[in-house]
Antibody, heavy 119, light 109 residues
Framework: EVQLVQSGAEVKKPGESLRISCKGSGYSFTSYWISWVRQMPGKGLEWMGRIDPSDSYTNYSPSFQGHVTISADKSISTAYLQWSSLKASDTAMYYC????????????WGQGTLVTVSS | QSALTQPRSVSGSPGQSVTISCTGTSSDVGGYNYVSWYQQHPGKAPKLMIYDVSKRPSGVPDRFSGSKSGNTASLTISGLQAEDEADYYCCSYAGSYVVFGGGTKLTVL
């Protein structure tokens, strides 16, 4: 069974750093890109970027380029999303999703990680 | 890049059909056959319902169908059921990135 299991909810202060994770299982982790998607409270989905776990090549949305870093460790089938200095506006639910091999769609999603940034 | 344009809300009675539109540009929806649709129930992760404009993943009822004309894609749900009440998001490849629509809340009356 394909599963993407994300790390637990986080509460952080502005200016702090954070890395959240997404562990894939039940499939060949290096054969599928992983994307990260943001959902701010009460708002829609926003594609942040993606990574090819086989070589860690990344591709970011212009809206998120430079604000977050996507990485992966293929030895433990895990992708990461990290911030070096959080802002209150980073408060959101973050989903990882597996990009299907058919094209640009996401067939399996993690359960989401809620990040709350508050002083 | 701008989000694709969806109606904020649509509604229909059980058994009826509803269509949700998703308007983009020739740089996204109109330029590629990579439009997908996602269903999201409150507090849940999104679920893929349609991909490549009109293809259905296994397990998705054939009541769900997709189409595209020019820069506008559409999701049609026929034979509405109570469990279809959810938020629906369209998504399109846009060359080097991906863009979602703002989302449509479907209410089953």
């Amino acid at each position: 069974e394909v599963q993407l299991v994300q790390s637990g909810a986080e509460v952080k202060k502005p200016g702090e750093s954070l890395r959240i994770s997404c562990k894939g299982s039940g499939y060949s982790f290096t054969s599928y890109w992983i994307s990260w998607v943001r959902q701010m409270p009460g708002k829609g989905l926003e594609w942040m970027g993606r990574i090819d776990p086989s070589d860690s090549y990344t591709n970011y949305s212009p809206s998120f380029q430079g604000h977050v870093t996507i990485s992966a460790d293929k030895s433990i089938s895990t992708a990461y999303l990290q911030w070096s200095s959080l802002k209150a506006s980073d408060t959101a639910m973050y989903y990882c999703a597996r990009q299907s091999q058919d094209g640009y769609n996401w067939d399996y999603w993690g359960q989401g990680t809620l990040v709350t940034v508050s002083s | 890049q701008s989000a694709l344009t969806q109606p904020r809300s649509v509604s229909g009675s059980p058994g009826q059909s509803v269509t949700i539109s998703c308007t983009g540009t020739s740089s996204d929806v109109g330029g590629y056959n990579y439009v997908s649709w996602y269903q999201q129930h409150p507090g849940k992760a999104p679920k893929l319902m349609i991909y490549d404009v009109s293809k259905r993943p296994s397990g998705v009822p054939d009541r769900f169908s997709g189409s595209k004309s020019g820069n506008t894609a559409s999701l049609t749900i026929s034979g509405l059921q109570a469990e279809d009440e959810a938020d629906y998001y369209c998504c399109s490849y846009a060359g080097s990135y991906v863009v979602f629509g703002g989302g449509t809340k479907l209410t089953v009356l």
